[in-house]
Every structure is written in C-alpha cells, then in structure tokens.
C-alpha cells in the first residue's frame, strides 16, 4: 500500500506495481529455464521459447490493455474508446498471450523435436509465479481489493491510502499467496510425480479460487453477465477448458502415446544423458 512511486532513476519513476510485475516476469523465466535444464530439453528449443515468451508476454500486455478499454467500451460507449496499457485485466493478457504462444508453436515447432506438450507441462509453474507477483504489486497499488470486513473480522483489514484511506479486506494478497502455494505445488508434480496434468490442474484450482475471491472483491468490476462478474464469466470458461484438457490428455494423448513430451515417458533418462555428453 505505498502512495507514490518508490524512487527515481534517470528521471523515470518506479513504482511498486511496475517493479513486482518486473521482478515476477523474472522469476518466470528463471523457473522456466532452470525446469527445463532438469527435463533434458534442448538448448536449441530453450532458446525459441525465452524469445516466443518474451513475444508472447508483450502482445499480452497489448492484449490485456485491449480487453480492458473494449469492456469500458461496453458499459459506458458515451465514454469513448480508450486504449491505455496504464489500464489493463490479467484475463485478457492471459488470453492473447497463450493464442500468441500457441499460434508461434504451430508455426515453427516442426523445427524441433520436442512437441507443444513440453512446453504446455511446464508453462503453468511459470504463469502462477509471475502472476503471484503482479497480485504483490496490485497490493502496493492498492488495486483490486476486497469489502470491508466488520465486527470480530475487523483486524483482517489493510490500509490502503492510495484508495482514500480505505480499509479492506487484501484479496490481492490472498490471491498472490494461493498462486505461489499452487506454483510450488504443481513444479513438485511435474519434476518428481512425473504429473501430465499440471495445465488443466492450475485451469481448474485457479479459476475455482478466483470465481470464489470475486465474491469478496469491492473494486469496481462491472458486469459482463447477469449475476457474475467478468472475472467470473472467464473463470467459467477457463474451468471448463481444463475439463477439456483432462479429457483429451487421458482418452488420446496417454493411450495412444501422442504430444506427451520425453521427460513425462520413459525416455527422459536417455535424454538427459545425451545433453550431459554433450
């Protein structure tokens, strides 16, 4: 809950919101790196993937500030059309990142021997940790936060200045820890249990948590649908498309040994070796 910027380089203002999201994007490809040194996966398709993600997360910014000034447009057309990157939802960089991602995948995966799967697996740790972050930084922002807690429930309460000395319940932070607890979780699955689920695993768990956490959010989020919340709206789909992912993984890609990737079968060993050789 910091009401300003933090401090100031070369005449450029750094604020807490900005410095979280650059410190999680970080963290996200780190992780992604250092999961794939522990997979066996190429160097050669490492590389395509940093530069495809750091493709994929800047039109996911643009995504994101799209979605935004497209809904404003929506609940108040006197407004005008406004395309701000000052004014963006996590649900709509979401989206445009993974369709950039995906269609990258299709275009130039034929290059590589590893299939969209090994990517798909491990995609999801790396998601939750850069988002757990940017949920800190709409802490220090004062964005997105929750009723006010009242009676016995009072000392729950954070102070947010920035938000004309309001005292909120802190679902960002709520939020941010759930998506770091699930980022651990579902790394554990995936290096140690071998899980061919983690996507449609942080599909489901987190679009349950996010549509439940809506009901205590205060901010205001407009209504996209009767009864919901646009967040609520999307977490629907996106529970929905995890089902999917569970179905099409158990009934095609295990029995018929299709997309799954090497270091989820039994020739990660081989790999491994092979890129420790070299």
Known sequence: MINGPLFTIFGLSVYPYGLCIGIGLICCFVLLWNIFKKTGLSNEYTDFVTILGIVSVGGGFLSAALFQAIFNYIENPELGFNFSLGNITFIGGLIGGVVLFILGSLIFMKKYKESVWSVVAIAPICIT????????????????????????????????????????????????????????????????????????????SYGVWRFLLEYIRNDHRGEFVAGLTPSQFYMLIMIALGVAVIFLIKHYAIPKNKMLPDYLTNTNAERIVDNKDK
């Open 129 to 204: 940790i850069a988002h757990g972050f940017g949920r800190l930084g709409c802490l220090c922002a004062g964005c997105c936060y929750g009723i006010t807690a009242e009676g016995d429930w009072a000392w729950l309460n954070f102070y947010f200045p920035a938000r004309g000395n309001l005292w909120a319940l802190p679902t960002q932070l709520y939020e941010a820890v759930f998506l770091l607890i699930l980022c651990g979780v579902l790394a554990y699955l995936l290096l140690k249990k071998k899980n061919h689920y983690t996507m449609p695993i942080y599909l489901i």
